[in-house]
Structures are given as C-alpha cells and as structure tokens.
C-alpha cells in the first residue's frame, strides 16, 4: 500500500510563503513526478511527505491514517536524496543495512534483505566497500539499496539524478523505470528536467511558486497543457508562443506552436523566415528562424537531414489541429 | 592564473618563516638551556648559551625536593577529566547549532565566547566563595568543573564549525532511516566528526594542562598540577631560575611530546573551516 493525500497543506518559514495551499492524491502504485523550475516549492513538498519539515497547516494521510505529526521515520517512507546521504564511515552493507539495524530487525533477516537488494543493484562486489571508493552511479544505487531493504509504502526521490553525468543518467533513468515495474510501489519523484518527468511518470505535478499548474499524464500536459507555463515548460526544445497579429487571427490572445507541429519548406508556406541558427544532429534538424510573425526566433524542428544553413530563407507552415491558444490571462481556451 | 613563485621569493619566505619560528620559539629554547647551568651561570651577564657546565644538577634537586608524579597526576586528571566533562556538553550543543540553526544562533555562540573577553579574575571572588562554601577548595572536582566551563566556550565553537562542514542531508537521511536522536549523534554523527572531535580534544586538553590562574588560585597541594608545581619553586627566598627553568621543563615537557606527535591533527583543527 501506498496511498499518500494532501489536503490543504500550507507551508511558510515565518512570513515567507513557500507552499500556499495545495491538495493532491497521489495513489497506490503510482510514479508520481514533481517538476518545476528551482524555486518551486517541489523539494520542500517532498520534504512534508518524508517528515523532515512540518506543515503549517494542513493534513497528510497515508495509508488512510493520519501522519501529520508523525517523525519521518515512523511514516514507512523510505527517501534518497540528491548527495545520496550515504554514511562515509560504514561499509556498503552496512549502510544498507543500517534502516533494518535501527528497527532492531534479527541479524539472520538483515543479512538476507541485504544481499538480496545488493544482488538486485549489482552491488555484490562493492558489499564492503566504503562510498567514497565508489562512483557516483554506484553511490546512487547503495542509496537507493538502502531504500528498498526497508519495503516502505512509498519512494521518494529528491533529484537523485542530478549530480550524475549525462550518459550515466539515462541508464539510471531506466533502471528506476524498471525498479518501480517490478516493486509495483508508490514513487514519488522530484525534477527540475522535464525529460526525466517525461519519460518515467505515471503521473506528473507541475508545479510553480507552490502552486499546481496542472497534474496529469505526460501526454496530456504535452497535448493539452492548461496554461502558459505548463505549455513553455513541458516539451523540448519549448513551444513557440506567439502572440500579435498571428495570434488574433485565431481569435486568441497568444498562440503555441511545438517546433515539431511546424511544416518546413523551401520553396512555399504560410510564414517567411531567415535562418539563424541551424542545429544538424543527423536524426533531426533543429532551426531557429527569424520571422515577421513574431519578435523572438521560432524553433522548428524537421525529422532527419534538413539542408539549409544559417541566412536561407524557409517556409514554415503550422499544423492547424496542434495550435494552442491561451487568453489574456494565460489560460488556454479550449 | 597561478601566482608564480620564484626561486628568491622562495628564500627569502624561507628565512622569514624560519625566524618567525624561532622568535617563537626562543623562550622555550632559552628555559631548556638554563635548566642545565649552574644558578651562577643562569644569572651570567653577559648571559651564556652554549658554552657552559651542563649539569643535571637542577633536576636532581627538583625532584628530591618534590614529588612531580603526584603534580603530573593532577595536571593528567585535571585536563583529561574537563575534556570529557566539555565534549559530554559541547556535542549535543554544537550539533543543535549547526544543523537547527535558528537566527539568534550566531549571537548565542558570539555571546558564549564573549565570556572569554572577561577577565578571569573579574569572577574570582564570587568563585571562590563559592568553592568554600561547598568546600571544594584544593579539590580535583572543583577545579575539573571550572576548567570544563572556562574551556566549554572553545569546544562548542570548535566543535560547531566542523560539524557545519557534514552534511545536513546525511543526519536526515538517520532520521528517515529510523535512527532515534542518540543513535543520530554516535552512530552517525560522532563517527563523521572524528577528525575534528579528536583536534578539539587535543586543544582542549592542552588548555587545562596550561591553566594556571585557577589552579594556582584555587589549589594547594592535594589538587594541584603542574602549574603549581613551577610556581612552587620561585621560592620567596629569590629566584632560582635555574632551577624553576628544569621545573618548568618537566612540566611542559608530557604536552609538548603530545602536541609534537599530534600536529598534524592540531593544525588541521585551528584552520578547519578556514579553507574549503
């Protein structure tokens, strides 16, 4: 089980509000991810989860029981953190080891919940080692070894990523995708790379200034972002916004228009362009084109090998059916 | 960009930092030398430095007219006993500063070393009442408690700044884990800290061996350590300086091959924080 709901949870260090007042339900078995840009309140809400910071106000069940008050440990919630917090002075197993020492769990369980996590992340051969002898991928997975001896309701990641190299993230990406395949419990996961919340949510929580932006499917903030800033934030490279003339036409205060929702032409289409700067990776083309359309570079990308370089002139013509509109207010119109 | 150091600016640091050093350090070298002269040579003008009778006279002396194990002791107890009595105080104290810190943090440990800007004497009397009226006077325990107080202000301070260096996450990470609040500290955090519970100490204890204004002030005989030993012998019938200089060897001689075989620890522990 793992069922973790928040209702009206407020949360302010003394007039500094960080968190306004937000509800949410996050269910059994779900890969929840926050993300937000820095800033966003997303660490400290996870921070309430875990217990290491207290509400103002506010109520947190989990489980169906209610863990406002409860200390972090008694929650049965296990947490890794962004510096993988291991303990330099003990040994791999050990540290693995040590959540089921402090529960004063029998030498003879211990032993066999760690080797079978160590087994499951590979750590075998590092068993005793110390952290500072290994690297950072192989920290990550001792705090994460630490995580699962303990078979807690629910998982929190506190961008355990982030100090990873690029090549090395995308494999631990991949290997906590298929942790919560298998463990089929609650994660809960916090980000500011809205790649990571892509690709391994179930469920994602925008979130800015404390406030939800909006919460759903990867796809349905791609496809159906409700505002403004769900819309620049989720989707690489980022929507093009425009607003104008261009704008009015389709009776909206600001369009948007997904680099890859833009046809691309040489000879004819709806908007002229300059190239700028043309990004050739072999399997797309990436250009940033000056238009009259609008006063920043739209970004357009075209699948493989697009032959123009920088001061050719291109064509551009939106796909109807993928423009976004919003209102004044930023909101999209439906 | 690099600075670059050239070979003469290299000397020339060279001998400064050599004659720093000994400036320091001649003091030392001048009261090791005079304990080997006679009382006649001691008190020479123009005063001699190496040419002269060495004799082991003085030692001889001191310690047929005194029992220096039974100072050494005291000074052993004294120190050892107000450092253990300050690290049971200062751990929980610095660890509740360094990672609950709240915004009156700074001024309490400003205002704790500001007790050091007082000067000693300025409680003396008070203190002394009340080592009398508790009949504390010429006790080890007695000046155990005073040592671990004076000192207690250093510890914390000290203690404090290493453990800003640790990692908040690491002691969340215990909690999270289930480790209650003492499994926290020596499981987690005492082990981490070791380096720098190990300079404090060693500051610490070096402190009290040299303490002299309280344990002159408030010993006699039972209790006293070695201060009072040296003191004992600028006797009132004039200044032996011969011999007080072989006193005064002996008393500093137990620290000094502590400190030498520590130094490494010591000065990481004076400029921890100083330097990321």
Known sequence: ?334 | MARRVTTQKKIVTTILAWFVGLLIFFPILWTFLTSFKTELQAISIPPVFLNFDWTLENYETIQSQSNYFHFMLNSIYLSLGSTALGLIVAIPAAWAMAFSPTKRTKDVLLWMLSTKMLPAVGVYIPIYLLFVRFGLLDSRLGLIVVLFLINLPIIVWMLYTYFKEIPGEILEAARMDGASLGKEITQVLAPMAVPGIASTILLNVILSWNEAFWSLNLTTSNAAPLTQFIASFSSPQGNFYAKLSAASMLAIAPILIVGWFSQKQLVRGLTFGAVK
């Open chain 1, 1 to 334: 089980m793992g069922q973790i709901h928040l209702e009206k949870v407020r949360k302010a260090f003394g007039d500094v509000v960080i968190i306004p007042e937000l509800d949410l339900q996050i269910e059994d078995g779900e890969f929840v991810v926050f993300v937000g840009p820095s800033g966003c309140g997303k660490s400290t809400l996870l921070r309430l989860i875990a217990g290491l910071e207290d509400v103002t106000s506010g109520k947190i069940t989990i489980d169906g029981t209610d863990a406002t008050e409860l200390p972090p440990a008694k929650r049965g919630l296990a947490m890794v953190f962004q510096s993988y917090a291991l303990y330099p002075h003990m040994s791999v197993r050990k540290n693995i080891a040590f959540p089921l020492k402090m529960a004063n769990m029998d030498k003879a369980e211990i032993d066999r919940r760690v080797d079978y996590a160590a087994k499951t992340l590979n750590l075998d051969a590092y068993i005793d080692r110390r952290p500072g002898q290994l690297s950072g991928g192989q920290r990550q997975r001792v705090a994460i070894g630490r995580a699962i001896v303990r078979e807690p309701k629910a998982f929190l990641f506190d961008e355990p990523l982030s100090n990873l190299d690029a090549a090395l993230r995308v494999g631990m990406r991949l290997e906590i995708s298929e942790l919560h395949q298998r463990l089929k419990t609650t994660m809960i996961y916090v980000t500011h790379d809205q790649v990571e919340a892509m690709t391994m949510a179930d469920k994602i929580v925008v979130l800015r200034a404390g406030n939800i932006e909006q919460v759903g499917s990867p796809l349905e903030l791609y496809s159906s972002p409700r505002n403004l800033f769900v819309a620049g934030f989720i989707g690489s490279p980022r929507m093009n916004l425009i607003n104008g003339a261009e704008a009015g036409k389709y009776k909206a205060d600001t369009i948007g228009i997904r680099p890859e929702h833009l046809r691309l032409s040489t000879s004819e289409g709806r908007w002229t362009g300059t190239v700028k700067v043309s990004e050739h990776l072999g399997s797309d083309t990436f250009l940033h084109v000056e238009s009259p359309v609008h006063e920043e570079p739209v970004t357009v990308r075209a699948d493989g090998e697009f032959p123009v370089h920088s001061g050719d002139t291109v064509y551009l013509t939106p796909q109807e059916d993928k423009i976004h509109r919003f209102d004044g207010k930023g909101l999209a119109l439906r």
